[in-house]
């Protein structure tokens, strides 16, 4: 049986998990005050890039005592400047259960050579978060992009922890709940929830993180692009704007205005109701099909951002060509562009329900998928 072509399409088909739709106000004209050709250092990009810095700290709600910084070369370039700056001084676990944090993994392990505890979990499960030793300082991310598995809250993070949680956040921040005093570092990029561009990193730390990079220098060369300290002591102007090389100030318009679109949804709470209304709409169809399911286990563990499905149905002959056919079909039709599943997960779709994406069109998408599923069980018979 082939589903008749359904009559409405979703009015943006971009559900790519990175870089993410814009949020529904972008228009090249909003970038018009943007301060191009001029000095990051002048004052006009120092009071962008401050005010990037502080905007950030209000609609995150993070502590006035942490510090923010805008790094170099998106989520990795913060996430590795705090693997190099930091680790060696204590123990390490890594926390893996999908391809981000397994890469995280081997940095650690293989390019700093560092004797980590390595956790792991197949796609679809998180590792025994019961099992941690926070005497060790404690590597993870927080939603993994490519499994569609976050970790259900920070309760398993003790308050009293000696070690630092390191957190790459990126899929997550602006659409889950961070708690902040279980979390001392933290980074994500601007392309993810906020539908921002790439080009820099988000560096989050807090006072022990701080107190770690300024009583701690570690064995092996840091490039200038890692350096946080200079003499012992945090580079304060880092957290104040003063970015260690050129940002583009294309960029920090965009996430400028970004962060205002955030504000007038609502904020953080806003921005969360979005990504859940999203994840609903999907989790709404889901459960009137018995072809299609989520790669996440635990309902408690399901990411309302990166949500990641896989297909069910035992007339299937080969999985992976069946998921890229329904993938490739529904981009040809213009109806969603980029929901293959990630190169290294499973195979399957993956819809970003982050909180630039509009319900009405996840809503839309899902008559498609009945569509392109049956299809695609006529074409293979
Ligand atoms: C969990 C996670 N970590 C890191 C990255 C890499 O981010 P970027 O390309 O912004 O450095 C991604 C990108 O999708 C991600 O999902």
Not at 70 to 97: F, H, K, N, Q, Y
Not at 190 to 202: C, D, I, P, R, S
């Amino acid at each position: 049986m082939v589903t008749e072509t359904p009559a409405t399409r979703p009015a943006n088909p971009r559900f790519s998990s990175g870089p993410c739709a814009k949020n529904p106000t972008f228009t090249f004209d909003t970038l018009s005050d943007a301060a191009l050709g001029r000095s990051h250092r002048a004052a006009i990009g120092k009071d962008k890039l401050k005010a990037a810095i502080e905007e950030t700290r209000e609609i995150l709600g993070i502590p006035a005592d942490y510090k923010i910084g805008i790094v170099p070369a998106s989520d990795t370039g913060a996430v590795e400047m705090a693997l190099w700056s930091m680790l060696g001084a204590r123990g390490v676990e890594m926390l893996v259960w999908e391809s981000f944090g397994a890469g995280w993994a081997t940095d650690v392990t293989k390019q700093l050579g560092l004797d980590a505890v390595v956790k792991t979990a197949d796609y679809g499960e998180l590792p025994d978060l019961a099992s941690i030793d926070f005497a060790n300082d404690v590597v993870f991310t927080w939603n993994g992009t490519t499994s569609g598995v976050r970790v259900p809250n920070g309760d398993w993070i003790p308050a009293d922890r000696e070690g630092l949680t390191i957190c790459d956040a990126t899929s997550a921040a602006f659409a889950q709940a961070l708690p902040w005093d279980k979390l001392d570092v933290t980074t994500y990029s601007w392309q993810k929830v906020l539908g921002g561009e790439a080009a820099h990193g988000m560096l989050i730390l807090s006072p022990r993180a701080v107190e770690r990079l300024e009583s701690y220098t570690p064995p092996w060369p840091l490039p200038k692009i890692f350096r946080l300290t200079k003499g012992g002591k945090l580079i304060e102007g880092i957290f104040r704007g003063e970015t260690i090389n050129t940002p583009s100030m294309l960029a920090v318009e965009d996430y400028l205005q970004a962060l205002a679109w955030a504000r007038s949804v609502g904020g953080l709470e806003g921005l969360i109701a979005r990504a859940d209304a999203n994840t609903k709409a999907i989790a709404d169809f889901v459960e009137m099909r018995d072809w299609i399911d989520f790669l996440a286990h635990d309902p408690a563990t399901l990411s309302n951002t990166s949500v990641c499905l896989k297909f069910t149905d035992d007339r299937i002959k080969d999985g992976a060509a069946f998921a890229k056919a329904v993938a490739k079909r529904l981009d040809t039709e213009g109806v969603a562009y980029d929901i293959g599943a990630y190169r290294d997960a499973p195979a399957g779709l993956r819809i970003w329900c982050g909180a630039t994406v509009e319900t009405a069109d996840v809503a839309a998408l899902m008559p498609w998928l009945d569509w392109a599923f049956e299809a695609e069980i006529a074409a293979q018979a």
